[in-house]
């Protein structure tokens, strides 16, 4: 189901260690928990991948409108580690937009990967008063902002135990969180109405 793992801090291909679904080696960052996607998402892999998953499969809720889920990405099988849903639309300025949202447990590196930030967990970027905050779940998850590329805006927050993080691109669609924006855990209810469209361009890290 899934395409060729690559590493969750900068999407390079990985060699994996057979028999071993935690363990795999990047040339760039040595030991790293592989992250997988498929090559074309549907509602089937979203079921099967959230099936036993560790973490929560966040997407908005509703999905804004001309919006539509153009990604899976998932660290470590089974019993997901970390899980990406990548969703693609219009942007709140105009244009096209991009938004990767990752549950992830800590020391995993996902969301920094796609934050294009060093290490493995936000650390010391979260500190003061949170800038923004979304629904996750019916309950208020405080983000903050993280200082990342100027293409893009990255938020991390916690929710369920685990990180939750939104990068988006460009820099304007966090425009997307001027409201409150609801988040749902597709673990616990995958709609059948659910939009679904090709690949997206940021679905990997690195990129």
């Known amino acids: 189901m899934s395409a060729s793992p690559v590493c969750p801090r900068c999407g390079e291909a990985l060699a994996v260690r057979h028999g071993s679904e935690a363990h795999a080696w990047c040339h760039v960052h040595g030991a790293v ?58 942007g709140p300025l105009g244009g096209a937009a991009e938004l990767v949202l990752v549950a992830e447990e800590p020391g995993t590196g996902v969301g920094c990967g796609y934050a294009g930030l060093p290490g493995l967990d936000p650390g010391d970027v ?18 903050w902002a993280v200082p990342t590329r100027e293409d893009r805006a990255a938020f991390v927050g916690e929710a369920y135990g685990v990180w939750l993080w939104l990068v988006m691109w460009p ?37």
């Not at 500190?127 to 983000?143: C, K, T, Y």
């Not at 425009?175 to 997206?200: C, F, H, S």
């Open 126 to 143: 979260i500190s003061g008063p949170s800038s923004v905050g979304v629904e996750a779940a019916g309950q208020h998850a405080p983000l």
């Open 33 to 90: 928990t592989p992250l997988h996607h498929t090559a074309l998402v549907a509602h089937d892999a979203i079921a099967a991948v959230t099936a036993d998953a560790r973490v929560p499969a966040w997407v908005p809720d509703p999905v804004p409108p001309g919006w539509a889920v153009t990604g899976l990405a998932w660290g470590g099988e089974p019993d997901a580690r970390a899980i990406v849903v990548d969703c693609a639309g219009p």
């Open 171 to 207: 820099m304007s669609a966090a425009w997307l969180l001027v409201e409150e924006l609801r988040l749902l855990d597709l673990r616990e209810r995958i709609y059948p109405d659910l939009p679904l469209g090709p690949v997206g361009e940021h679905l990997l890290p690195g990129r």
